[in-house]
């Protein structure tokens, strides 16, 4: 299968989600490992630690909005023939699309209004914004993801590399 640089661009989201889940790991893991042996709190580790999940959230979305693998109804999808569900799959990637084109303009606002209002971290008074931006930017990425699987499944069906769609084999 010849990979086009649209399916790198899907990696590299992908990527950037994985590498995200680590660092929320890797915070928990540090916080967790310096309060219980040596009784010491990172400064900002709850706020950031909470930062760092909502970024989570949002490049997730991103991860999953492409391949269609994330947990679906499929009652009446599983039960119509292939046109039909090629339909159902497009209206709902379409709804999706609209609904995450939504949150990324209200993210948007959010990113901007925690910079205006100079939003800081309880310990260090670190600004929040640019937390949000990144969450934002995944996002982003989220409403291309969906854009690129929607023009795939309109008009380029075999690009598609969710298991068993039918009608795009």
């Not at 680590?22 to 709190?41: C, D, H, K, Q």
């Not at 999953?64 to 679906?72: A, E, F, M, N, V």
Request: no cysteine; net charge negative; aromatic share 14%.
């Amino acid at each position: 299968m010849k990979r086009t640089s649209m399916d790198r661009f899907i990696d590299t989201i992908e990527w950037i989600a994985a590498g995200f889940v680590g660092i929320v790991a890797l915070n928990i893991f540090v916080a967790v490992l310096l309060r219980n042996l040596f009784s010491y709190s990172i400064p900002d580790s709850f706020d950031i630690g909470r930062l760092l999940l909502g970024i989570l959230i949002f490049w997730g979305i991103a991860a999953t909005s492409y391949r269609g693998t994330h947990i679906t109804v499929d009652l009446i999808w599983g039960n119509v023939d292939p046109k039909y569900q090629r339909l159902i799959d497009v209206f709902a990637t379409l709804v999706l699309l609209l609904v995450v084109t939504v949150q990324t303009w209200t993210l948007f606002d959010k990113v901007r209004g925690t910079y205006n209002d100079n939003v800081t971290t309880f310990d260090m008074h670190m600004p929040t914004w640019p937390f949000f931006a990144v969450a934002w930017a995944g996002d982003v990425s989220a409403v291309l993801l969906i854009a690129i699987r929607t023009y795939r499944l309109i008009f380029h069906p075999e690009e598609m590399h969710d298991p068993k769609i039918a009608g795009t084999e």
